[in-house]
């Protein structure tokens, strides 16, 4: 397949403006004549469908939750970059673009990332206009902070819930289009497969999770703002719900998947305690502004971590990489803290985790400044762990929070099917093989409120759509096969439950497709996945019916794609 | 239909027993274990609401031993954990029970009427692309602190469930009185309070009468001041004739 990024010409800095100049506008009286159907209500979806149903289109939107704002980017803690340059502390649209680049390793598309650090101001500004309540300075004006990867301040933030307070700013918009009955919502809703005629993306399928019917629907162009798929590892600080397979079933209808191998391993979560744990917690990234990461010298030091002495610490990323410190970007982090480990030099009862030391920030700033910082991060590690960070260092350790790599888009947000778009963290274009902190937030949005509002605009203008009826073969025979899927994985009644084989899958990924990697244990993945897939379709036990709310159905569908995705992620791994 | 009613309204507990349960656990993934343990001797697991189990997504809608979220302060469901109970403990597991959440399934409810309550003026009406430059809106730090604690609210639905009346004003003023702290909510205060009120009434949640049990199981900790606001901002509302 010739793959055509449709990146426009010029220089970087004039890309975005010669792209909006030159393409095809829809008439405002004609934008109402088309179906837009967006998938996911998270930071994407959710601005994607308002901004869209105030340009005047008829906007279907899909969630597999009871309720748009639950969508996961409502768990983002730390904050969103932008270029604003308040601080006076050298920022522009270029060092953004060149941090942004640079953290992901050199992996992304330049001409996405350039958009992407021109738009951030911006989006700062429509949040704000929203009522996002940003922390703000005593004068009045919004306050900033650091994140890994960059050595300025651009981060903005509201409190440790900057995902929440984005999140609920974009559902109120949508929740005005719905409103002004320009946005049909439709909750508890699975998108099971995507709707390919004359080669253009032109509905979905849906499974309403509350009566199990296989619901049509048909537009103009679907828009899959569906999120990443950390939890093929099982445990990842993604949610419960958070899964691959809207985006899984678009790869099989013709989509390509790009970089699936580039998953985010986050360095500051609370370390696994158990086999009952089902999801990891993270501690934000803003900790590392004032928090500092050491482990013993010694290997195998059982002492309490307040009894070792300054001399007998290591704190190895301040020795190891001095001009960033603390704040490096995330894989830096992430690796150190496994090096370490690896050495005996792990704490806690599985020796599976590093210090995060806040007695000097505290010695220095009081108490108070700390708890004001990040009051609602310290209470979470202490509700989890049973033990108070104010006195003894946290114990952290890296976990699957995000994944670099999705569906291939080209400047466009375009899959390689024609009218399929993807944003957000579902598509792969920004990040490279590393996102930095505070991206996801910026590009979850600017894809939603600025980019997919021109995009799309040329794809309807420079199209003709026929009539589409949901009676017709494509929408049948897709109906079909999910119903026998349906009917199979009830019909199996194996002894193994989802979960056992979710998890099982979690190993082999974690252990082999994880952050370290070698031709071996790569081959030695791909084969028990495979295995795995067989077992599964023949000892799976799914309880329940498919006429009503039955989760365990829903997540036997999902583990199913998780194992077919696992297998394309540790095959990809050699190239 | 109407057996289907009946069943609703009877409904029924049944008694479970977890098999190697222990104290790092949270409570929702006792209920994992148990849901394995039921589905591995051929029973019907049982359901309920969760997602991203940090106390962030709003999920969560049971409520535990009587209280909405279980006796953790400031806490959801999902962050309670187990090293609160003794070995041998019997939990009392309950669904959100309200009239404006009617019941899905086992401990799985109908939260819908909150987004309509939103729907109905829980906004800034701005479309995008007109905004000023964010530092161009002053705001003092402590009205935007005071702002953000009320804008915390994951819409869980707690404080329907504890309210006596079964009614949702801490929720519905919490959005309220976020925005009419800020400067950029005035342009629609007195349109929004209406409406949402209105709108709570249309769901079947009941009036507040100052029990306060809201404020006592909030996850976020968000203050009955917020129903003082809302009820100002109406009062307001109603002398302008909006």
């Given at each position: ?21 030159n393409i095809k506008l829809v008439n405002p ?505 067989e077992e599964f379709w023949n000892n799976v ?16 569908g999902r583990v199913a794609d998780f194992i ?12 | ?242």
């Amino acid at each position: 397949m010739n793959l055509d990024s449709k990146i426009p010409s010029g220089r970087l800095q004039d890309k975005w403006d010669n792209y909006k100049n030159n393409i095809k506008l829809v008439n405002p009286n004609n934008k109402r004549k088309h179906a837009i159907i967006v998938v996911g209500t998270g930071l994407a979806g959710a601005s994607a469908s308002a901004s869209l149903a105030e340009l005047g289109y008829n906007v279907k939107t899909f969630t597999i939750l009871d309720s748009p704002r639950r969508a996961h980017s409502i768990a983002a803690q730390g904050g969103i970059n932008a270029a604003k340059n308040y601080p006076n502390d050298g920022d522009s649209i270029w060092r953004l673009f060149y941090d942004t680049i640079k953290g992901g390793d050199y992996r992304s598309r330049e001409a996405n990332v350039y958009r992407l650090a021109q738009i951030s101001s911006n989006i700062i500004d429509h949040c704000v206009a929203q009522g996002v309540p940003f922390a703000r300075e005593y004068g009045g004006l919004l306050d900033n902070r650091s994140f890994g990867g960059a050595q300025l301040s651009r981060t903005f933030y509201a409190r440790g819930q900057t995902g929440q307070q984005l999140l609920l700013g974009a559902y109120s918009s949508l929740m005005r289009q719905v409103e002004l009955k320009k946005v049909t919502l439709f909750n508890r809703r699975e998108m099971l497969d995507l709707i390919v005629i004359d080669g253009k993306a032109r509905g979905i399928l849906t499974r309403n999770l509350v009566t199990g019917e296989l619901e049509r629907h048909v537009g103009d162009a679907v828009l899959l703002c569906t999120g990443g798929y950390g939890n093929v590892f099982y445990l990842s600080t993604n949610a419960k719900n958070s899964n691959a397979t809207a985006a899984w079933r678009c790869h099989k209808k013709g989509a390509l998947f790009a970089n699936p191998c580039y998953t985010q391993i986050h360095p500051t979560c609370i370390p696994v305690s158990g086999d009952y744990q089902s999801k990891l917690t993270l501690m934000s990234e803003s900790l590392r502004n004032d928090g500092r990461v050491w482990v013993p010298k010694k290997p195998n030091d059982k002492r309490h971590p307040n009894e070792i002495p300054e001399d007998e610490r290591d704190y190895y990323l301040e020795r190891k990489y001095p001009s960033f410190g603390n704040l490096v970007p995330r894989d830096i982090a992430s690796r150190n803290a496994k090096q370490v480990c690896d050495e005996g030099r792990g704490v806690g009862d599985t020796g599976l985790a590093v210090y995060l030391d806040f007695a000097d920030a505290i010695k220095r700033l009081g108490k108070d400044v700390i708890k004001a910082r990040y009051g609602n991060l310290f209470d979470m590690y202490e509700r989890i762990t049973g033990e108070n960070p104010y006195e003894v260092p946290m114990r952290i350790y890296p976990a699957v929070h995000y994944t670099m790599g999705g569906l291939w888009v080209d400047y466009e947000l375009m899959s390689t099917i024609p009218g399929l778009f993807v944003l957000g963290e579902a598509n792969f274009s920004d990040h490279g093989a590393n996102r930095l902190g505070a991206s996801a937030l910026m590009q979850g949005l600017a894809d939603g409120y600025f980019i997919i509002p021109y995009t799309l605009g040329n794809y309807i203008a420079s199209n003709t759509f026929n009539k589409v009826d949901t009676n017709s073969d494509e929408f049948k025979i897709s109906e079909e096969n999910i119903r026998r899927e349906v009917k199979k994985l009830l019909s199996i009644k194996g002894k193994k439950t989802v979960l056992d084989f979710h998890r099982e899958l979690g190993h082999i990924m974690w252990d082999y497709v994880g952050m370290s990697r070698n031709k071996q244990g790569l081959e030695k993945a791909i084969k028990d996945i495979q295995s795995l897939k067989e077992e599964f379709w023949n000892n799976v036990y799914v309880p329940g019916d498919d006429n009503n709310l039955n989760k365990y159905l829903e997540f036997a569908g999902r583990v199913a794609d998780f194992i077919e995705l696992g297998e394309l992620m540790a095959k990809r791994c050699f190239t | 239909m109407a057996d289907k009613n009946l069943l609703q309204i009877h409904g029924k507990f049944v008694d479970y027993t977890v098999e190697n349960a222990n104290s790092h656990m949270s409570f929702l993934e006792l209920l994992d274990l148990l849901n394995e343990q039921l589905i591995k001797k051929g029973e019907e697991p049982v359901e309920f609401d969760n997602d991203c189990r940090e106390g962030i997504c709003g999920s969560c809608s049971m409520v535990i031993n009587g209280i909405p979220h279980g006796p953790t302060k400031e806490s959801a469901t999902c962050q309670l954990h187990m090293r609160h109970y003794n070995d041998g403990d019997t939990i009392i597991v309950e669904p959100f029970r309200a009239k404006g959440f009617p019941i899905i399934k086992d401990l799985v409810v109908d939260r819908s009427a909150f987004d309509r309550i939103i729907q109905a003026g829980g906004y800034n009406s701005v479309n995008v692309g007109s905004a000023p430059d964010a530092n161009s809106i002053l705001i003092p730090k402590d009205k935007a602190d005071m702002a953000f604690d009320f804008a915390a609210c994951i819409g869980c639905g707690a404080c329907v469930a504890a309210c006596p009346n079964s009614s949702a004003s801490l929720f519905t003023a919490a959005k309220i009185s976020q925005l009419s702290l800020l400067p950029q909510g005035h342009p629609e205060r007195y349109r929004r309070v209406i409406r949402m009120v209105e709108q709570m009434e249309k769901e079947g949640f009941g009036d507040c009468s100052n029990h306060g049990e809201c404020e006592a199981v909030c996850p976020k900790g968000i203050s009955i001041d917020a129903i003082s606001i809302m009820r100002r901002e109406y009062f307001k509302a109603m002398l302008k004739n909006v």
